[in-house]
């Protein structure tokens, strides 16, 4: 899964030919297909991580869930039962988490692609978590067949715009990404195994098996992290992750809060559930970065909650009436809401990680 500054706007959204989802309108929310430098990937130094990374590639190579996404009986019936807002809202959970795992595919299989010759590791490697977010899209296509329709994923692949970011910050996001992927699911699967008259459709009884591919996947990211010290030991890494952790975080709880419906749906309170998964993800980040944010702290989520509020506003004057240019000066301020928000959440203090390196958790 790669989705962390990422998720669709269902706004815009049409259909190309019968039961075929047009891709959404890309937004600043929109899940990104990312490239990199492949050369600087291959000329990586990972000498001081190699134990870490082979018992990785060994879990990975192991394919614990090779027969687990198989679709049983109980998928075989109607779901037109499920509808109206909850439908949309569903269809929407769907697409999002469709493509943001269709877009760590495409970025792991090129990866693999591009090292096959130079670091045979790596290239191993990223072709097994190819293997499992190739699985995870699809599944989740199926998913979406079962409600008339499926992500047309060949149109994504060459339509969609590839944002560069440097080796680094994909090393960055997509540990953060596959870390909170984990906690995303897992927080599902456990609030539906307590109240299972919510689990209204049985793609959710896959999530603890899948969350586990989620959390290798973190894991093999956290030793490619830990092998390259200028991520973890000087001043400037300490920027950068409170940096990423933060998009992360304000992205996730404007898609979550946004689509509250979901939630709703299947029992569970949205703002609540937020709140666990960036704490737990926070938690989790003290094992691959130098320093982790304050989530704790009194000004942490009442600052996301009016980024919320702001892209709220955002989303309406984005869907209203009027010029273009009308609705770009309305937005302004609601822009500069979330900037400010987000710069003093930035400046919040944050919890230094490395002083419990070597701490059992
Ligand atoms: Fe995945
Ligand atoms: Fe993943």
């Not at 815009?12 to 019968?18: D, E, K, M, V, W």
């Not at 600043?28 to 990374?53: C, H, I, N, W």
């Not at 493509?99 to 490697?125: C, I, Q, Y």
Request: glycine share 4%.
């Amino acid at each position: 899964m790669v989705n962390s500054i990422a998720s669709p706007d269902l706004a815009g959204s049409a259909t190309l030919r019968p039961g075929i989802k047009a891709p959404v309108q890309e937004t600043l929310l929109t899940p990104r297909f990312y490239t990199t430098d492949f050369d600087k990937v291959a000329q990586m130094d990972l000498s001081g991580q190699t134990t870490e990374l082979e018992s990785v590639l060994a879990e990975l190579r192991a394919d614990y869930n090779r027969h687990h996404f198989v679709r049983n009986a109980e998928f075989e019936q109607c779901w037109e039962h499920i509808d109206g807002e909850t439908r949309r809202a569903f269809i929407d959970f769907l697409e999002r988490s469709c493509t943001s795992e269709f877009s760590g595919f495409l970025l792991f299989k090129e990866l693999s692609r591009k090292l096959k010759d130079r670091n045979p590791l790596l290239s191993e490697a990223f072709a097994l978590l190819a293997r499992d977010e190739a699985r995870h899209a699809g599944f989740l296509n199926k998913a979406m067949a079962d409600f008339g329709l499926s992500l047309d994923l060949g149109y994504l692949t060459k339509k969609r715009t590839y944002t560069f970011f440097p080796p680094e910050w994909v090393i960055y996001t997509v540990f953060l990404s596959e870390k909170i992927g984990y906690w995303r699911y897992i927080l599902v699967h456990r609030h539906l195994e307590q109240h299972p008259e919510h689990r209204i459709y049985p793609l959710f009884r896959y999530f603890e098996n899948w969350c586990q591919d989620e959390n290798r996947h973190g894991d093999f990211f956290k030793a490619l992290l830990r092998s390259q010290p200028n991520l973890w030991n000087t001043w400037q890494s300490r920027l950068w992750v409170r940096f990423f952790l933060l998009t992360v975080f304000v992205t996730h709880t404007l898609t979550v809060l946004e689509r509250a419906d979901f939630y709703e749906s299947i029992g569970m309170d949205a703002r609540e559930y937020n709140k666990q998964v960036i704490h737990n993800t926070n938690e989790t980040s003290k094992k691959a970065f130098p320093s982790i944010l304050d989530t704790h702290h009194p000004e942490f989520f009442p600052r996301l909650e009016k980024c919320a509020i702001a892209n709220q506003k955002l989303t309406e004057i984005a869907n209203g009436q009027g010029f273009s240019l009308v609705k770009w000066l309305q937005k302004l301020p609601w822009i500069g809401v979330i900037i400010w928000q987000m710069l003093r959440l930035y400046l919040l203090p944050t919890i230094d990680a490395e002083k419990f390196r070597g701490q059992v958790y």
